[in-house]
């Protein structure tokens, strides 16, 4: 039984070897007929010497004929070839096209035959070849997409770039040169396509040089391609399933196996799921009509619907950005344009503090530059929106008003100083600091002009004027009345000075204590020496400290025994200080324009900081007996405030703004430069930038 297939199998495979061979020699055939066709064509347009026409007229007018030299099943006439017409000759026999050797091979093909009888066949020859005497060309071109003929272009895979200068595009199958067509201008392209009907069925083949019209079949071969469909309509992309095994005449099963007993025995395993599941059904567990509600697994975080139709939280309305106003305008008004100066200042302010867009004007919207903090505010806005809190904080009604800290009224807090009472004029600079002795007939001023006066409070009269020579930083009165000195801070140096303001008892023991006998600083530490100077002072009636840097402050010690200096890197104590402080609190002013309030006990950070100032507090007092202090700043004003402290340590410090005190005005950048409280009254002298000194009273 095996040889027997072995040799089905051998007649299969020589069968099918025979079948490819006759396939390859038919396709040959087909191939050397459609070159014939184009020679002959080639030959008509380039020359009357063609060799296929000489050959031709040198024969004896064969005609295109069977054996028996009559005419095919289509009845025509026999016909004779004349030497003016076309002709197509074999090369191997020295036969023309329709002879009986090649018509038998021909004609094995079903879809590629030569006859003269077919009135279409699928090379192009058309029936009739020798016929009458007013046919064309023998040899057509086939409208068929399905014949496809040889190109006339003989170069091969050549690119046709390499032709771009030269007058021809390519050789025929003789061999000559294949002239470029002349190329229509623009506008004779455009008239030729207006004019002609079928101009959107004709494409330009650049191989062979030639405008090719498509057919309706090739238009809907293109049209189905677009439309990813098969090129062919017949084709069929679901055929029919056609089973591969042939069922008829199988003598064994594909498994011979006996069938298992439990193919024909109920399960009791699907018996026992089928009692489950009617127990679910009976006790509600599994419903069968009511469909379960898809819950969403996402929602909307700010949508706007309501509480019924929201999944998850409740609806809570998104923090709205704050709006844009006039200073982010590309062109802003000036006034929103801050200074060079006003730029600086921002440096020194806390990075809290500090203005978070600083306007700039532009001529035109696309001069503009893209937003530096773009991305960084993007983000802060998103950090808003994911960080807010998206919980109902129950609101309580109260009243605004009632927050706000009870504060006692203004008039059960006087006195204090509201009123601009006395000028003190003289200085020809800005005055730059005042003090006022223990008693308060006095008052004593120093200026960026280089003198110290003396003013009498109550009528203004200057007493006495020294000429230091350079800008006062500082003078102190000393605090015990018996001893009525005045210690000046003026470069490097500190003067302390007899104003003989008092009786002349008073002024002997003063000169007395301002005279320094020479031998004295011979016993002083070398330390001491190498520091500071003492020596007397002629020129001005006093003691003249020689300090190695510029002084900005001197203090009297309260008893008025000591004093010390200040410097801008050293503090230098002269004699034993011991402090006593009253209170533990301390107020403290800076070039931000805050007054802090700090209360020692409770913390280091300020209890209180109260942002009065837009410029920088030049100083701060606060008056020895009434329970006010104030502020003075380059804004030309200063504050008063009151500020009690209680010995009840679970009560805050009260602390009440009063008034704002005005009237200097403003010299090179600058405005009140020193504020000092009358020590028994409740009056605040202030000393300004314009070379004035004011007293205010209540």
């Known amino acids: 039984m095996r040889s027997?297939?072995?040799?089905?199998?051998?007649?299969?495979?020589?069968?099918?070897?025979?079948?490819?061979?006759?396939?390859?020699?038919?396709?040959?055939?087909?191939?050397?007929?459609?070159?014939?066709?184009?020679?002959?064509?080639?030959?008509?347009?380039?020359?009357?010497?063609?060799?296929?026409?000489?050959?031709?007229?040198?024969?004896?007018?064969?005609?295109?004929?069977?054996?028996?030299?009559?005419?095919?099943?289509?009845?025509?006439?026999?016909?004779?070839?004349?030497?003016?017409?076309?002709?197509?000759?074999?090369?191997?026999d020295d036969n023309p096209v329709g002879s009986s050797d090649d018509k038998d091979t021909v004609e094995d093909n079903d879809h590629s035959s030569v006859s003269k009888g077919d009135g279409h066949d699928n090379l192009g020859v058309e029936d009739g070849i020798g016929g009458s005497d007013d046919s064309g060309a023998i040899v057509e071109e086939s409208d068929s997409s399905e014949d496809e003929v040889a190109p006339r272009n003989t170069v091969g895979n050549v690119p046709l770039v390499w032709y771009r200068d030269e007058e021809h595009i390519g050789y025929d199958l003789s061999g000559k040169k294949i002239k470029k067509k002349e190329k229509k201008s623009k506008l004779d392209s455009f008239l030729a396509r207006t004019d002609d009907s079928k101009?959107?069925?004709?494409?330009?083949?650049?191989?062979?040089?030639?405008?090719?019209?498509?057919?309706?079949?090739?238009?809907?071969?293109?049209?189905?391609?677009?439309?990813?469909?098969?090129?062919?309509?017949?084709?069929?992309?679901?055929?029919?399933?056609?089973?591969?095994?042939?069922?008829?005449?199988?003598?064994?099963?594909?498994?011979?196996?006996?069938?298992?007993?439990?193919?024909?025995?109920?399960?009791?395993?699907?018996?026992?799921?089928?009692?489950?599941?009617?127990?679910?059904?009976?006790?509600?567990?599994?419903?069968?009509?009511?469909?379960?509600?898809?819950?969403?697994?996402?929602?909307?975080?700010?949508?706007?619907?309501?509480?019924?139709?929201?999944?998850?939280?409740a609806y809570i309305p998104a923090p709205k950005p704050k709006l844009p106003g006039h200073d982010e305008s590309y062109n802003p008004s000036l006034e929103y344009i801050p200074t060079q100066e006003?730029?600086?200042?921002?440096?020194?302010?806390?990075?809290?503090?500090?203005?978070?867009?600083?306007?700039?004007?532009?001529?035109?919207?696309?001069?503009?530059?893209?937003?530096e903090k773009a991305v960084q505010e993007t983000f802060d806005r998103c950090l808003d929106l994911y960080l807010c809190p998206r919980v109902h904080k129950k609101r309580i009604n109260i009243d605004p008003e009632s927050l706000k800290p009870k504060l006692p009224s203004r008039r059960d807090l006087k006195p204090y100083p509201t009123t601009c009472y006395l000028e003190y004029k003289g200085h020809k600079g800005p005055v730059m600091t005042i003090s006022a002795d223990s008693t308060g007939q006095w008052i004593a001023s120093g200026s960026k002009d280089g003198t110290v006066r003396i003013w009498e409070v109550e009528t203004c009269r200057c007493l006495q004027i020294w000429n230091i020579g350079e800008t006062i930083q500082e003078v102190a009165w000393n605090p015990v009345p018996e001893l009525p000195m005045l210690a000046v801070a003026a470069g490097h140096d500190v003067f302390i000075l007899n104003t003989r303001c008092g009786s002349d008892e008073q002024q002997r023991k003063i000169e007395e204590l301002l005279h320094v006998d020479p031998q004295a600083g011979a016993d002083d530490s070398d330390t001491n020496v190498s520091i500071v100077d003492w020596g007397q002072d002629e020129a001005?009636?006093?003691?003249?400290?020689?300090?190695?840097?510029?002084?900005?402050?001197?203090?009297?010690?309260?008893?008025?025994?000591y004093l010390s200096t200040l410097m801008p890197s050293d503090i230098l104590f002269h004699g034993h200080i011991c402090s006593n402080c009253f209170s533990d609190n301390v107020?403290?002013?800076?070039?931000?324009?805050?007054?802090?309030?700090?209360?020692?006990?409770?913390s280091s950070r300020p209890y209180k900081v109260l942002r009065c100032h837009p410029k920088d507090i030049t100083?701060?007092?606060?008056?020895?007996?009434?329970?006010?202090?104030?502020?003075?700043?380059?804004?030309?004003?200063?504050?008063?405030?009151?500020?009690?402290?209680?010995?009840?340590?679970?009560?805050?410090?009260?602390?009440?703004?009063?008034?704002?005190?005005?009237?200097?005005?403003?010299?090179?950048?600058?405005?009140?430069?020193?504020?000092?409280?009358?020590?028994?009254?409740?009056?605040?002298?202030?000393?300004?930038?314009?070379?004035?000194?004011?007293?205010y009273c209540h």
Not at 48 to 68: K, Q, Y
Not at 540 to 561: A, N, P, S, Y
């Open 587 to 602: 107020i403290v002013g800076s070039k931000d324009g805050k007054l802090c309030w700090f209360d020692m006990d409770l």
């Open 342 to 371: 006003e730029i600086n200042s921002y440096q020194l302010m806390f990075e809290e503090d500090r203005p978070k867009f600083i306007p700039k004007q532009f001529t035109s919207l696309r001069s503009v530059p893209a937003y």
């Open 619 to 695: 100083r701060v007092a606060y008056h020895r007996s009434y329970p006010l202090f104030a502020s003075c700043s380059d804004d030309c004003t200063a504050y008063v405030f009151h500020g009690m402290v209680y010995s009840d340590l679970n009560q805050n410090p009260l602390i009440v703004p009063l008034e704002i005190l005005r009237g200097h005005t403003s010299f090179d950048g600058r405005g009140v430069m020193d504020c000092k409280f009358h020590p028994r009254q409740p009056w605040l002298f202030t000393a300004g930038a314009d070379s004035l000194i004011k007293l």
């Open 4 to 92: 027997k297939t072995k040799e089905n199998d051998s007649d299969k495979l020589k069968t099918e070897q025979a079948e490819k061979d006759v396939q390859k020699l038919k396709a040959k055939t087909v191939e050397e007929i459609a070159k014939r066709i184009e020679e002959a064509e080639a030959a008509d347009e380039s020359s009357e010497d063609s060799p296929f026409v000489s050959e031709f007229e040198d024969s004896d007018d064969e005609s295109l004929t069977g054996d028996d030299g009559s005419v095919d099943e289509s009845g025509s006439e026999k016909s004779e070839l004349s030497g003016d017409e076309d002709a197509v000759q074999s090369s191997d």
């Open 199 to 313: 101009s959107w069925r004709k494409i330009i083949d650049e191989y062979n040089d030639e405008e090719v019209e498509l057919t309706k079949e090739e238009i809907g071969l293109i049209r189905r391609m677009v439309e990813s469909k098969a090129p062919h309509a017949d084709f069929d992309p679901y055929p029919s399933y056609v089973d591969w095994f042939d069922w008829d005449g199988a003598k064994h099963p594909l498994s011979n196996a006996p069938e298992p007993k439990r193919r024909f025995i109920p399960s009791k395993w699907e018996a026992k799921k089928v009692v489950k599941y009617v127990r679910a059904i009976r006790s509600g567990l599994i419903k069968l009509d009511d469909k379960p509600k898809e819950e969403p697994r996402f929602y909307a975080l700010w949508d706007e619907s309501s509480s019924a139709d929201r999944q998850g939280l």
């Open 540 to 561: 001005h009636g006093g003691i003249r400290l020689k300090h190695f840097k510029t002084v900005t402050k001197v203090e009297w010690h309260r008893k008025g025994d």
